[in-house]
């Protein structure tokens, strides 16, 4: 079963493949995944490279990769999760790529309904960096995840002990905002303001500026780029405009 499983995601353009059992993924801060799924037995994780756009000067032609990556990684998961139900009559569920998130007044801080790099760590197909992100053997820092969780028995892969994190730095002193400053922990309200200037927060303050100005000041504001960049941002999905964690990285292709 697990061999046509990583057979068939090959065919798909999956670049990576690993199998978590639940027991083994770990992510105190996230909600327990038997909440969402009671009968889940493992997640099949699944990883994508990254392509380059993230190095261009351009920040919005930089932003492009991931929105990529992250429709690609939804069809394919969509088709492999398919196939999974329809051949060994199972259920399955997928975690989405971003979002939906949890993202309510009470939490504050964003969050996946299932934590991703927790999900490839299980899986072994990855360890984390010094910039908190799973750093894959072959991918190095530019990988994406995604993962389907299932009912399905399947043979588990094992974590991998060791992290091919050089601690070099790199990342952190590339930060522009000191977000990775402190040991295992993304400072995620830094991070969030500087890679998603058009995201929830520029949104917000976009409009709480409109219903304070005037009708000419209004008029002005929806013509002029930030409003632009916001409704593209929400438009299309594609919100991250720094990678310097990601890009700065000397592992992998
Ligand atoms: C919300 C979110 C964000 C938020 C962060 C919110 C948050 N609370 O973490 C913001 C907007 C800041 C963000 C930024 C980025 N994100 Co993001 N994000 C997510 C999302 C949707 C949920 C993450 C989540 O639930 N976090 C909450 C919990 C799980 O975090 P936590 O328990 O506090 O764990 C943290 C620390 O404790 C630490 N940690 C935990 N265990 C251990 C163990 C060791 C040994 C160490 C050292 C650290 C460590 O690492 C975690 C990160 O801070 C995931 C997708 C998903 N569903 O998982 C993508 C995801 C994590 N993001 C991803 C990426 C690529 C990024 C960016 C690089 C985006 C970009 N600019 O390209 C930056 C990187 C920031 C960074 N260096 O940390 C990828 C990571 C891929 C990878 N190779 O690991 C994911 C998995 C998306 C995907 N589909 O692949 N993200
Ligand atoms: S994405 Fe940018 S702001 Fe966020 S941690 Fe990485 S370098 Fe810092
Ligand atoms: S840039 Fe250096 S310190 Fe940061 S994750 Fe990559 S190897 Fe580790």
């Not at 999956?14 to 997640?43: C, Q, R, W």
Request: aromatic residues 10%; hydrophobic residues 35%; proline residues 4%.
């Amino acid at each position: 079963m697990k061999e046509k499983i990583i057979e068939k995601a090959k065919e798909l353009g999956v670049d990576d493949i690993g199998i978590a059992s639940i027991e083994n993924y770990n992510s105190p801060n996230s909600v327990d995944v038997h909440e969402l799924f009671p009968t889940v037995k493992n997640m099949v994780v699944l990883a994508f490279q990254q392509v380059d756009n993230m190095e261009s000067n351009s920040s919005q032609f930089a932003s492009v990769g991931i929105k990529l990556i992250s429709d690609f990684s939804h069809s394919v998961s969509y088709q492999l999760a398919n196939y999974i139900k329809t051949n060994f009559n199972a259920k399955v569920m997928i975690v989405p790529s971003s979002g939906p998130i949890t993202m309510s007044k009470q939490t504050f801080m964003p969050s996946g309904f299932v934590s991703l790099r927790h999900a490839a760590y299980a899986a072994g197909l990855g360890n984390f960096g010094r910039h908190n992100l799973i750093i894959h053997p072959e991918m190095g820092s530019k990988v994406m995840f995604m993962a389907i969780l299932t009912d399905l028995d399947l043979d588990e892969d094992s974590p991998l002990e060791e992290t091919d994190c050089t601690y070099c730095d790199n990342c952190v002193k590339n930060c522009p905002v000191n977000a990775l400053d402190e040991d295992g922990k993304t400072d995620v309200m830094k991070c969030l303001s500087n890679s998603q200037p058009y995201g929830f927060g520029g949104n917000k303050q976009f409009w709480t500026k409109f219903i304070n100005s005037n009708p000419h000041e209004q008029e002005e504001m929806l013509s002029g780029d930030n409003y632009r960049l916001i409704y593209q941002a929400q438009a299309l999905g594609s919100q991250y405009v720094c990678f310097n964690c990601t890009k700065t990285c000397p592992l992998g292709r």
